[in-house]
């Protein structure tokens, strides 16, 4: 019976109670992208709860939250050190930390999760706030790669379930990819372009496809630089150096991987591979798998392509 009621009542749900302006937030992660998220959220006044399974990250979150208001700080409130300390304390004020995701989404407007990029560990999260969360409660993934329709399947909400992917570092991106699978409703849509624009950035609209936009130009660009590379066709150096003046690219495709992570890198392609095997644009690299065996990274872990110890 209380299964049927929580149907109905999530079945009479107005259009006007889906669509309506997210003001409290739930953010799942409390690492770089999570607590990225939370400061930009906090910072154009919405309530924001981060939640991690471990008390000691999300100290250390609040804490990096903190640090990056400061140099907000230094930049804005140079001559008024007074205004860059209410600034701060205001914006703070907004964050609340949790270790218990199921005890804090009661009251919340969008889930956002933004943890390790393995469908079922996603699948799980979202499979057990399902059943506790509001119904007109919208839930995201920012997953880079990851289909979001796979991860909205452990759930009864795929109309209001979609995709919002940010990029690294979240305060100075301006960029979100907002992902609508073939269920998400128009008006969760809606609500995730507004929310996105409340916070300042500027949004695209994207189906559920590999990569979204910029990672599917992006990733096998990068790629085919390595096989060029593979080839004997041209030095890493050489190649980053004629994209950056060539193309006028920040970053050469090679200096790109290493900020990404190799890691990151294979796990995407390693996902396509296997969903799209037979697309020329999505075949491993030997030279790739070879770095990541050894634990070369990138600058996360002191070496990958360059060396930056």
């Known amino acids: 019976m209380a299964f049927f009621t929580?149907?109905?009542?999530?079945?009479?749900?107005?259009?006007?109670?889906r669509n309506a302006a997210i003001k409290h937030v739930t953010i799942i992660g409390g690492g770089q992208m999570g607590a990225g998220i939370a400061q930009v959220a906090a910072t154009t006044g919405h309530s924001v709860?981060?939640?991690d399974t471990n008390e000691e990250i999300l100290k250390k979150s609040a804490k990096g939250i903190e640090g990056s208001l400061k140099r907000v700080v230094k930049k804005k409130f140079a001559d008024k050190p007074d205004a860059g300390a209410e600034f701060i304390a205001k914006v703070m004020a907004n964050v609340s930390i949790s270790t218990d995701a199921a005890s804090v989404v009661g009251s919340t407007d969008?889930?956002?999760?933004?943890?390790?990029?393995?469908?079922?560990?996603?699948?799980?999260?979202?499979?057990?706030?399902d059943k506790v969360a509001p119904a007109h409660t919208i839930f995201a993934s920012n997953t880079s790669s990851l289909p979001i329709t796979d991860i909205a399947s452990s759930t009864s909400r795929l109309d209001r379930f979609g995709g919002l992917h940010f990029f690294n570092p979240v305060p100075?991106?301006?960029?979100?990819?907002?992902?609508?699978?073939?269920?998400?409703?128009?008006?969760?849509?809606?609500?995730?372009?507004?929310?996105?624009?409340?916070?300042?950035?500027?949004?695209?609209?994207?189906?559920d496809t590999p990569g979204f936009i910029v990672n599917r130009l992006l990733v096998p660009y990068m790629m085919e630089a390595i096989r060029l590379h593979e080839r004997g066709h041209g030095s890493k150096e050489d190649i980053d150096i004629a994209m950056k003046l060539g193309a006028g690219y920040p970053m050469g495709p090679f200096e790109?991987?290493?900020?990404?992570?190799?890691?990151t890198a294979k796990f995407i392609m390693d996902g396509w591979v296997e969903k799209d095997p037979?697309?020329?644009?999505?075949?491993?690299?030997?030279?790739?798998?070879?770095?990541?065996?050894e634990g070369k990274f990138g600058k996360k872990t002191g070496e990958g392509f360059y060396k930056y110890k």
Not at 180 to 207: H, R
Not at 278 to 289: F, G, K
């Open 110 to 129: 969008l889930v956002l999760e933004a943890i390790v990029e393995n469908l079922k560990i996603k699948q799980g999260l979202f499979g057990a706030l």
């Open 172 to 207: 100075m991106m301006k960029l979100v990819e907002v992902i609508g699978t073939s269920a998400t409703s128009q008006e969760t849509f809606d609500s995730l372009l507004a929310f996105s624009k409340a916070l300042g950035k500027t949004p695209v609209s994207c189906k």
């Open 256 to 263: 790109l991987l290493d900020y990404v992570g190799l890691d």
């Open 278 to 293: 037979d697309n020329p644009l999505m075949q491993p690299s030997e030279l790739l798998n070879k770095l990541v065996a």
């Open 6 to 17: 929580h149907q109905v009542i999530r079945g009479l749900s107005s259009s006007a109670v």
């Open 49 to 51: 709860v981060l939640v």
